[in-house]
T-cell receptor, first 114, second 112 residues
Framework: SAVISQKPSRDICQRGTSLTIQCQVD?????MFWYRQQPGQSLTLIAT?????????ESGFVIDKFPISRPNLTFSTLTVSNMSPEDSSIYLC???????????FGQGTRLTVV | GNSVTQMEGPVTLSEEAFLTINCTYT??????LFWYVQYPGEGLQLLLK?????DKGSNKGFEATYRKETTSFHLEKGSVQVSDSAVYFC???????????FGKGTSLLVTP
C-alpha cells in the first residue's frame, strides 16, 4: 500500500482567503483523487487529479473554486479558493493504481474557515 | 451512478455483542465493494474488500460477503470490542472503476 502525506494537517483560515493542500505519495500512482468530508457526513468526490492535464471535476465542483495541480505521478495539490465558513471540512487525498481495487487515503486536512 | 446505502447510526453495543451493519448497493456492471473504518481522530483505513460475487472479505474478525442476488455487502463481527468503536463506511467503485462512492457512514460505540 502507498504511504500518503498531506500537509497541512489542519488550519484555521479567514473567509475570503485561499488555502493550498499538498499530497505527497511515496511511490508513483496512476490515479489521485480529492474528497471532501463535511462535519458528520460521508466522503464526496471533488475531482480526479490528472497528471499533465486538467483535473476532472464532479458535479457541483468547479475549477475556479477548487483548482488542482498534478505535476507528476507522486504529487498533487488542491486549493480551496475564496473560502467561506461552508468550506469548513476535512479534505482528503486518495490514490489508486488499478480499476476496481481499493483506494488509500491520506490523514486529511481539517479546515476551519472563520 | 453506482451508489451504496448503509444503515443509519449510531449503533451502541455492549462488549462481546454481535454486530451487523447493513449495506446495499446499486450499480451497473460489476463493482468492487469495500468497508472502510475511521477511528476517532484518525484517517480512513481499508477494513476489507470483495471484488466479485460470493467473495467474502475478512479482517480483524470482521466479515462481509458480496451478495449479487440481494445487492448487499453487510458487515458482521461475532464479538465486538471497545476498540472497535469507530465510524464504518461502505463503499464501491464508481462507474469509472477508479474512484469510490461512499455510504453515509455508521457510527459504532462499544461499551464495556
Amino acid at each position: 500500500s502507498a504511504v500518503i502525506s498531506q500537509k497541512p494537517s489542519r488550519d484555521i483560515c479567514q473567509r475570503g482567503t485561499s488555502l493550498t493542500i499538498q499530497c505527497q505519495v511515496d511511490s508513483q500512482v496512476t490515479m489521485m483523487f480529492w474528497y471532501r468530508q463535511q462535519p458528520g457526513q460521508s466522503l464526496t468526490l471533488i475531482a480526479t487529479a490528472n497528471q499533465g492535464s486538467e483535473a476532472t471535476y464532479e458535479s457541483g465542483f468547479v475549477i475556479d473554486k477548487f483548482p488542482i495541480s498534478r505535476p507528476n505521478l507522486t504529487f498533487s495539490t488542491l486549493t480551496v479558493s475564496n473560502m467561506s465558513p461552508e468550506d469548513s471540512s476535512i479534505y482528503l487525498c486518495s490514490v489508486g493504481n488499478s480499476a476496481n481495487t481499493e483506494a488509500f487515503f491520506g490523514q486529511g486536512t481539517r479546515l476551519t474557515v472563520v | 451512478g453506482n451508489s451504496v446505502t448503509q444503515m443509519e447510526g449510531p449503533v451502541t453495543l455492549s462488549e462481546e455483542a454481535f454486530l451487523t451493519i447493513n449495506c446495499t448497493y446499486t450499480a451497473t456492471g460489476y463493482p468492487s465493494l469495500f468497508w472502510y473504518v475511521q477511528y476517532p481522530g484518525e484517517g480512513l483505513q481499508l477494513l476489507l474488500k470483495a471484488t466479485k460475487a460470493d467473495d467474502k472479505g475478512s479482517n480483524k474478525g470482521f466479515e462481509a460477503t458480496y451478495r449479487k442476488e440481494t445487492t448487499s455487502f453487510h458487515l458482521e463481527k461475532g464479538s465486538v470490542q471497545v476498540s472497535d468503536s469507530a465510524v464504518y463506511f461502505c463503499a464501491l467503485t464508481s462507474n469509472s472503476g477508479y474512484a469510490l462512492n461512499f455510504g453515509k457512514g455508521t457510527s459504532l460505540l462499544v461499551t464495556p
